[in-house]
């Protein structure tokens, strides 16, 4: 017996960057995102004599593996389940060029195929509190669309579906500037923003943050949840310059684009940027722009690789039959 899971990685556009419990990854503000349909993790569990993990076929030892078991036996205490060991095969179907940290889908896969393996009947709102032990993105990727992770104790703190399935002319460009793993964790990087003094603003300003972005999904208006997410964005990156000590994620091609968005913005382009936990880029824009934008992009700058991605679905899991 064995089953597996596929989980969607997702991009927040009100993003968590605090947690105010580590231990249960319980965050300080409420998230919001959407799921992406290009980038997707498939883990497959079976039971056997020792815990072996297996990503992109080849077998990982030292912190990876060890996150994952770490991960998996705490799931087996706190559901009371005896003591299990896991053959772990996850697919990463993130293409290397994208430069997307794949903990959201990892830990939504994982989490869905160890429910599946155990014939846990979960609903999706357990399923997202066990994905948050393992990633707190993760709870974001059990469903499709647009997801809410809200705040919460131990047992409140989970995502909900904004709208899985919008009908939204919006397209996310992954902008892929630099390939190099990132030298600041988002663990590490969440602590050292706390120390910002603009940090109890930022907590300040979420609920309304939130309620305006889900106000404007909600209205389907592309232009203001461009600048809703833009401005979250520029404002989770405030906190990283102005923390003691000060970092950033951006590299000086992440300032090029983010200039350049601003100039075919005022052109009349409609496009928006977000970066995350690295120097990468993402472009939200329509349809109808994104033609224009990845001309300009291949043109202003030759060496960065795009990907272009829409709405991704919600976490799928089956068990297959031994005798697959
Ligand atoms: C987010 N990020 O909302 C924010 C924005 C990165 C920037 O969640 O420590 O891997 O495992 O709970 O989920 C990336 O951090 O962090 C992240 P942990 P996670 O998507």
Known sequence: MSATAIAHTNIALIKYWGKADPALRLPLTN???MTLDKFYTQTTLNLQASDQFFLNNAQQTGQSAERVFTYLHRLERRL?????H?????INHVPTSAGLASSSSAFAALAAAFAQLHHLDLTKQELSILARLGSGSATRSIFGGF???QTGTDQTSYAIPIDEHPQLDLQLLVVELDQAPKKISSTIGMQRAQTSPFYQTWLDRNPSEIAQMKAAIQAGNFDQIGKL????????????LTAQEPFTYFEPATIKLIKLVQDWRADGLACYYTMDAGPNVKILTSLKNSK???QRLAQLLPS???VVTNFGPGVKSWSNSDME
């Open 80 to 84: 009371q389940l005896p003591t299990k």
């Open 147 to 149: 997801a809410e992770w």
């Open 86 to 90: 896991y053959l772990v095969n996850s």
């Open 292 to 294: 224009v934008i990845r």
């Open 304 to 306: 960065a690789k795009i």
């Open 31 to 33: 998230s919001l995102s």
């Open 229 to 240: 997410a833009e401005l979250n964005a520029n404002e989770m990156h405030a906190l990283n």
